[in-house]
């Protein structure tokens, strides 16, 4: 079974940016978000994928990930998924020896910036770089596939 081990921050400030490596626009969009797991496509400009996320709130969750061809994920995308489509770019920083991923939302998300930080082992230490904020793993609101039901637009005032 896969398993994604991953820790969610707000940011404490902008100085993230001259640390980054690269970035990567994503669409994504949800077929499913049920209780027990989420079923999304994603594309970025050249590839696309089909993700099935178990929907355990916390450090730890099965994922499963396919490639799949970016014509079809378009397809899917625009005429399946739930929307809003989650738009974002996602930057990569190191720190370390960690790879952050950086994700700044565009859209009905616009506004909303959070790192996330993989783990290989539950429990595994790691450094935080003084840009990173509060931790929000536990806060269902801040996963994607309830940013695509209840946008951060809607949201954003009591936080």
Same mark, same amino acid.
């Given at each position: 079974?896969?398993?994604e081990?991953e820790h969610?921050?707000?940011?404490?400030?902008?100085?993230?940016r001259?640390?980054?490596?690269?970035? #990567? =626009?994503? *669409?994504?969009? @949800?077929l499913?978000?049920?209780?027990?797991?989420s079923?999304?496509?994603?594309?970025? &400009?050249? +590839?696309?994928w089909?993700?099935?996320k178990?929907?355990t709130i916390?450090t730890?969750?099965?994922e499963?990930?396919?490639?799949?061809p970016?014509?079809?994920?378009h397809e899917?995308l625009?005429?399946?998924?739930l929307?809003? #489509? =989650?738009e *974002?770019?996602? @930057?990569?920083?190191?720190?370390?020896?960690?790879?952050?991923?950086?994700?700044?939302? &565009?859209? +009905?998300n616009?506004?909303?910036?959070?790192?996330?930080?993989?783990?290989?082992?539950?429990?595994?230490?790691?450094?935080?770089?003084?840009?990173?904020?509060a931790?929000?793993?536990?806060?269902?609101r801040?996963?994607?596939?309830?940013?695509?039901r209840?946008? @951060?637009?809607?949201?954003?005032?009591?936080v």
């Amino acid at each position: 079974m896969a398993q994604e081990i991953e820790h969610k921050f707000l940011l404490a400030n902008d100085d993230w940016r001259e640390y980054v490596s690269h970035s #990567v =626009i994503y *669409k994504q969009g @949800y077929l499913s978000s049920q209780p027990t797991s989420s079923i999304r496509v994603r594309i970025s &400009d050249s +590839e696309a994928w089909l993700n099935i996320k178990s929907a355990t709130i916390g450090t730890q969750r099965s994922e499963y990930e396919y490639e799949i061809p970016l014509a079809d994920a378009h397809e899917i995308l625009n005429n399946l998924c739930l929307k809003p #489509v =989650i738009e *974002k770019t996602r @930057y990569h920083v190191t720190h370390e020896n960690h790879e952050w991923e950086i994700d700044e939302f &565009d859209g +009905e998300n616009e506004g909303l910036i959070v790192a996330e930080i993989e783990l290989e082992a539950v429990g595994e230490m790691f450094a935080k770089p003084d840009w990173i904020g509060a931790e929000v793993t536990q806060d269902v609101r801040y996963y994607n596939n309830n940013l695509a039901r209840e946008p @951060y637009c809607q949201w954003r005032d009591d936080v």
